[in-house]
């Protein structure tokens, strides 16, 4: 027999805890009863979808996050109406309404905690029959997201990027992870040469066999990209999948180009309490594609190859991004040179050790079949003639020796960065760290961000990140002068915060 839908309507204050949203959802669900039904989703407020407190609690229950506008729930009629709320956004209750948008029977109204409501609705409909992990045992390494199709249950905003936080502004960038004093001058000039051609279509041929050459491949297990963002579009367009799975947090692009082709996503969240590190065993033995970050951007966690290769099996396509792989010194821990683990594929970018980011150039490095697979679903001549001369020169013996020293400097400055914010009691980072940015955990991080920017510096807001917070802060590694600039401007910006009133 099919249990009947749950949705569980949540209203809830800015700032308010997982762990508050969480117990409130639990009480109401022992009210419904044993019987009542499987939870499927939470159902909130599109202004509250992103509230690191409702998406935690979602994350812990194993459910998505559906969010509606103030105006579809001014239209549900609610049974326990307050006037605050109607004034606000136009509904009597944001939880009741949003439990009941769909139709269906309210279960449980309204109850409150100190910062949040919620609501419980039973929705019979076809469509409503995932299996809910309510009455599961807790998770002990990471929570898993069910698929998620649509935009409005995403939570947190998939396509914002660092440069957000800079353009156009006078700022010391600490929020894109490009190496500064990029590119070169050796390769501005190899860039400028290719110029003279630009008449002629693109050959892709010498840069293909000097990306092949530098990893020891056969040329037919590379395709060269613009940048491993389109690489990512390939994937989710061109490779079949049923269930992919996306481990976060990690660079959002993959999981939004692969909902944008229009796949159900699950999302695999690793947590703080175990330092971001994965547990191969958490991944659904369903999965047929998993995308990994290594090192991760942003927690800057390098996963052990050996558990990576956990994750291979026949019938599942393992994508690992090694975009920041060249800024660890000697590479370790890189699968890029494998052919022997069924269904790797490996993404490269140029883009963050050269100083490429607008001129769009990555690689993928996989079996012959995923590469004409991938291939196929591009336009012709995708990567640009001054691309492919940048590819080919990044690739030469002298090329690989400075970014090798280019790694060891960066494991230098970040190391007195660690130093420094070791100094500071509120401030939790994680570690150890192994790529060009270390991410930090601190109380009202987003007011701390904007004294920050005031002071001439910008950092990257963590809240954009599935399975992160406003709490959480990203800051790329730079030379030691900017980093004491930075660590004084720290110092002042958390001096001052303003005090919180109490009551």
Not at 248 to 262: K, M
Not at 271 to 276: A, H, I, L, Q, V
Not at 354 to 369: E, M, N, Q, S, T
Request: proline share 8%; with cysteine.
């Amino acid at each position: 027999m099919t249990r009947a839908a749950l949705v569980v309507g949540v209203g809830a204050r800015r700032g308010v805890a997982a762990e508050e949203v969480l117990g409130l959802i639990r009480r109401a669900l022992q009210e419904a009863g044993p019987t009542a039904g499987d939870v499927v989703e939470l159902a909130t407020l599109d202004t509250r979808a992103d509230e690191p407190g409702i998406v935690g609690a979602a994350a812990l229950l194993g459910v998505p996050v559906r969010s509606y506008t103030a105006g579809a729930l001014a239209e549900v009629p609610v049974p326990n109406p307050a006037a605050a709320p109607r004034a606000a956004v136009a509904t009597g209750s944001v939880a009741e309404a949003a439990a009941l948008v769909d139709g269906g029977e309210l279960l449980v109204p309204k109850r409150k905690s100190a910062s949040a409501t919620c609501a419980v609705a039973r929705r019979r409909k076809p469509d409503d029959t995932s299996p809910s992990t309510n009455r599961a045992a807790p998770f002990t390494m990471a929570a898993m997201l069910p698929p998620t199709k649509h935009t409005e249950s995403a939570g947190p905003d998939l396509r914002h990027h660092g440069d957000a936080e800079v353009r156009g502004l006078d700022l010391t960038d600490l929020a894109v992870n490009v190496r500064t004093g990029t590119p070169p001058e050796w390769l501005r000039q190899r860039i400028a040469a290719s110029l003279g051609s630009l008449a002629a279509y693109p050959d892709g041929r010498p840069a293909r066999t000097a990306v092949a050459g530098r990893h020891g491949l056969p040329e037919e297990r590379v395709l060269l990209t613009a940048g491993a963002a389109e690489a990512f579009v390939l994937i989710a367009r061109a490779l079949p999948t049923r269930r992919p799975v996306v481990v976060h947090p990690q660079f959002t692009e993959p999981e939004a180009a692969l909902r944008a082709a229009g796949h159900e996503v699950g999302r695999l969240l690793l947590r703080p309490e175990d330092g971001f590190r994965l547990d191969p065993s958490a991944v659904p033995e369903d999965a047929d594609l998993v995308v990994v970050g290594n090192p991760t951007n942003p927690t800057s966690v390098l996963h052990p190859a050996g558990v990576l290769e956990q994750l291979a099996r026949p019938g599942r396509t393992l994508v690992v991004d090694e975009a920041f792989m060249d800024a660890v010194p000697g590479e370790r821990e890189a699968l890029c040179a494998r052919q022997d683990v069924p269904g790797l594929v490996v993404l490269r970018s140029l883009t963050k050790t050269w100083g490429l980011a607008g001129l769009r150039i990555g690689y993928v490095l996989a079996d012959p079949a995923t590469v004409t697979l991938l291939q196929e679903a591009q336009p012709l001549w995708p990567v640009s003639s001054p691309a492919l001369a940048a590819a080919e020169a990044c690739m030469e013996p002298r090329a690989l020796v400075e970014a090798a020293d280019a790694a060891d400097r960066i494991a230098v400055d970040r190391a007195h960065l660690l130093a420094g914010l070791a100094e500071f009691s509120e401030v939790q980072v994680v570690e150890p760290a192994a790529g060009s940015f270390v991410l930090l955990r601190l109380d009202r991080a987003d007011e701390v961000r904007e004294l920050l920017r005031s002071r001439g510096f910008a950092a990257r807001r963590g809240d954009t990140f599935p399975g992160l917070g406003r709490e959480w802060l990203r800051l790329a590694v730079r030379d030691r002068v900017t980093t004491n600039r930075f660590l004084q401007a720290l110092d002042l910006a958390l001096q001052g915060l303003p005090r919180r009133t109490v009551g």
